[in-house]
């Protein structure tokens, strides 16, 4: 039988202090490697190049065909996306705009501190400037994320809005509502998803377009593309999400209680209690004809998204289910508006487009702090969805996006969005998954829906004056309904209780205490749980599977032996400060308990302590002690401790502080086989 080759562990390519700075950096920020094309390349190549990687349009553009063309006029005609996402982003079939998420979370925290009805002009100065705070936040973030982008919004300059609704379901339609709040005043900060948001708070009344929503978009994009801190948004778990979604859905479809029943009186709060107490305090203003009038479309929208769950090729039925909803309500209004005087309308609604918006963006005062958090907030939201959104689809269609080129879209748009009467957005599911089922091939079927929008805001606008609220209700309730995750949550429940705990903490927290707040304890939960697992990691004792040179897991594999007079441990997470005693303590402990079982068992004598270090990815100075206290407590009781398998930085910092001299000769191994068979060779000639 040949001998045992024992192989050296050896240590990393030596490096100046530099160039470990140079490629832990690298590594951080710019994992993707976003320079490598540039590589060998020619001066005029490498300008060409870098138009491409700023400006995506250059990639596709001058493959463009008619054919495109053509699949692209077909998918688009419910939404208006900003123009600028067709130069600047990288996927193909994202549709972008205002989403409920973001326009939840911006409405509610506005209205928070200022009320929209009370003082009009400033809830709009704060929506642009939240959405330009969001830009820059994202920007800040972004190259490391993908996002979404912005929107604009028509108006008169007398603060009319008009609302973008956007269905959040599997497969929906966006379409352009318009009501009116006043003549002078205005607020609010919505449009799209956002604008529904308001529409919500407003009752699902006249309520304006949201000329700032771009604001908060925009600066959103921007910022995170720059400083590409986009892991930031790991935090935002998808427990968090499935929890703050539904929490989300619940209230927004209570709100919408307001315009389906017909109650002119509502409370602006966004907590369940203060929502259910409003409907039932207001009950004589309820409306006979708007409540018969609403569940029948409520009804009818309900039927055709199911409809198009049931049967995917059936989607364009839900897709077209709002706006003709809209449609027969509005004509129905009209033609019975003599006997229908307990109905109320959005009114009448200016045709043009809404002014710049750059002279509005508030950064002095005491609500600019209310402005930059909220931007924040939705930033990081309206971030999580589009990146999900984008990287869906291009999975579909085998492609990948680039969450750089993405955030610096997104971020670009929505900056210029806020100087533009538009507020914050991203890319939407709902108007994404039209464009693919339509057939779109490239962004510039944004372009087709901007500019079918734009006919609408200059030429359409009247044709709104008598479209009921009771319907925009509907539509709403329909949309937030597929928010509702309650299989995800069963999941969550089964498979991880801290990550349920999470999204029931998401949950009621936004029901009976507020959106932001509820979202801050779903995260402290979620920071929770990373604290345990790093905190407490886990430590195994391992066995050898007969025959092979496999050791595994004594508990997950029934068949793995222990080796007399060894014990072998494993510890699967990184070893330093926050963890380093708890790690000394388990060890100490897993040898106490070996050495009882030793004895009672009347086995042969613990001799060697063996510690896997495969899974341990880092070890900092804190660590580097605990090892050393380690083999001087064991050395004490005369128990060999050894090493296996130090990993490349491990084994590095190992060297440095001299911790190996300490471990001798045999005190090092490659892999725990060669471990055991070496020392008990050892052991066999001393004797």
Same mark, same amino acid.
């Given at each position: ?26 590594e ?52 208006v ?53 969001? $830009? ?20 008169? $300059? ?66 995170i ?12 778990s998808?427990?968090?999400l ?27 709060? +966004? ?6 107490s409003?409907?039932?305090i ?26 198009? +769950?049931?049967k ?38 200016p ?29 990081i ?8 959104? $984008? ?15 993405? +955030? ?6 929505? +900056?210029a969005g ?22 779109a ?177 880092a ?69």
């Amino acid at each position: 039988m040949p001998a045992l080759e024992v192989h050296r562990v050896c240590l990393p390519p030596q490096k100046t202090s530099l160039q470990t700075l140079r490629c832990r950096l690298s590594e951080i920020f710019f994992p993707d490697d976003p320079l490598h094309v540039f590589k060998n390349q020619t001066g005029f190549r490498k300008f060409f190049l870098a138009l491409q990687f700023f400006f995506p349009v250059f990639q596709w553009g001058p493959t463009y065909s008619l054919s495109l063309l053509r699949s692209d006029i077909i998918s688009d005609s419910s939404f208006v996306p900003p123009l600028i996402y067709c130069v600047l982003g990288s996927s193909r079939h994202v549709g972008v705009g205002p989403v409920s998420i973001a326009s939840l979370v911006m409405g509610t925290m506005l209205s928070e501190c200022v009320s929209h009805t009370e003082d009009p002009t400033l809830y709009l100065h704060l929506a642009f400037t939240a959405t330009f705070f969001a $830009g820059v936040f994202q920007a800040s973030l972004g190259l490391f994320r993908a996002c979404e982008s912005c929107e604009r919004w028509c108006g008169d $300059g007398k603060w009319e809005w008009l609302w973008y609704w956007h269905l959040p379901v599997k497969v929906g339609i966006e379409f352009v509502v318009v009501g009116k709040l006043g003549h002078g005043g205005g607020g609010g900060g919505g449009g799209g998803g956002g604008n529904w948001h308001l529409a919500v708070e407003m009752g699902i009344e006249r309520v304006k377009v949201v000329r700032g929503g771009a604001v908060m978009a925009s600066g959103n994009g921007r910022g995170i593309g720059i400083g590409r801190l986009g892991f930031v948004i790991d935090f935002l778990s998808k427990a968090t999400l499935v929890g703050f979604m539904a929490g989300a859905a619940v209230i927004v479809s209570l709100q919408q209680l307001k315009g389906l029943l017909g109650i002119v009186h509502f409370t602006p709060k +966004m907590q369940i209690i203060p929502v259910l107490s409003s409907v039932f305090i207001h009950k004589n203003e309820w409306s006979w004809q708007t409540i018969v009038m609403g569940i029948i479309f409520l009804v009818f929208l309900l039927t055709t998204r199911r409809i198009s +769950m049931m049967k995917p090729k059936l989607f364009w039925i839900s897709a077209a289910a709002p706006l003709t909803s809209v449609v027969l309500s509005t004509l129905v209004v009209y033609l019975l508006r003599s006997k229908l005087h307990g109905i109320l309308t959005i009114g009448h609604l200016p045709k043009g487009l809404n002014p710049p918006s750059s002279n509005m963006l508030y950064f002095r005062g005491p609500f600019l702090g209310v402005a930059i958090k909220t931007g924040i907030v939705t930033g990081i939201l309206s971030l999580t969805e589009g990146i999900a959104v $984008g990287r869906t689809f291009a999975a579909l269609k085998n492609y990948q996006i680039d969450g750089n080129k993405e +955030m610096m879209a997104i971020g670009l748009m929505n +900056m210029a969005g806020s100087c533009s009467s538009c507020y914050v957005t991203t890319g939407s599911f709902s108007r994404s998954a039209v464009n693919y089922n339509a057939g779109a091939q490239t962004v510039v079927s944004n372009v087709i829906m901007a500019l079918a929008v734009l006919v609408t805001l200059l030429f359409l606008m009247p044709l709104f004056t008598y479209t009921p609220n009771f319907i925009l209700a509907t539509v709403i309730i329909t949309a937030v309904i597929g928010l509702i995750d309650y299989q995800a949550a069963f999941r969550l429940w089964k498979v991880d209780k801290l990550d349920f705990l999470a999204c029931l903490s998401s949950f009621l927290g936004v029901l009976f205490i507020s959106v932001p707040l509820g979202l801050a304890i779903a995260v402290g939960v979620s920071v929770f749980k990373i604290l345990l697992h790093v905190t407490r990691p886990n430590t195994l004792v391992l066995g050898n599977i007969p025959g092979t040179q496999i050791y595994q897991n004594l508990t997950r594999y029934r068949e793995a032996l222990r080796v007399p007079s060894f014990l072998i441990l494993a510890v699967e997470s990184p070893i330093f400060f926050a963890n380093s005693t708890y790690l000394q303590e388990r060890i100490l402990r897993w040898v106490r308990e070996e050495e009882e079982r030793v004895e009672s068992n009347k086995e042969s004598a613990l001799k060697c302590i063996i510690l896997d270090m495969t899974a341990v990815t880092a070890v900092d100075t804190s660590g580097l002690d605990t090892i050393c206290e380690l083999r001087k407590m064991l050395e004490k009781r005369s128990l060999q401790f050894v090493l296996v398998n130090p990993v490349g930085n491990v084994m590095e910092k190992l060297h440095q502080s001299n911790v190996l001299e300490s471990f001798g000769f045999n005190g090092l191994y490659l892999t725990v086989d060669e471990a055991v068979i070496d020392i008990s060779s050892l052991w066999k000639a001393q004797a």
